[in-house]
């Protein structure tokens, strides 16, 4: 049975403990793109230390539009994901990585 995740812990910290796991560390790197910019966006929210409803408040949306983001269930466009680069203050780059 898993663990429940504790109130307050960050996605660094779960990752941090949810890494070791082998099986995990393989789904994480199976994982669709759409969790993987989820991860990225909710890693950077939390570094800047910003709540979902702050950074809704910044990108003109709703808490509940960053919850949906943040769990890998929003199809986003290019802009949304420069307005969130910029909410966050950052910047949105986007390489192809080949073989």
Known sequence: MKKRVKRGT???????????????????????????????ITKAREAAKMTQGELARRIKSK????????QGGQNLTLVTLDRIARALKGSLQIRIVTP
């Open 10 to 40: 960050t996605l660094e910290e779960f990752l941090a403990v949810e890494m070791k796991d082998p099986e995990f560390r393989q789904l994480y790197a199976d994982a669709e793109i759409e969790m993987k910019v989820a991860f990225e």
């Open 63 to 70: 808490q509940q539009t960053v919850s949906r983001i943040e």
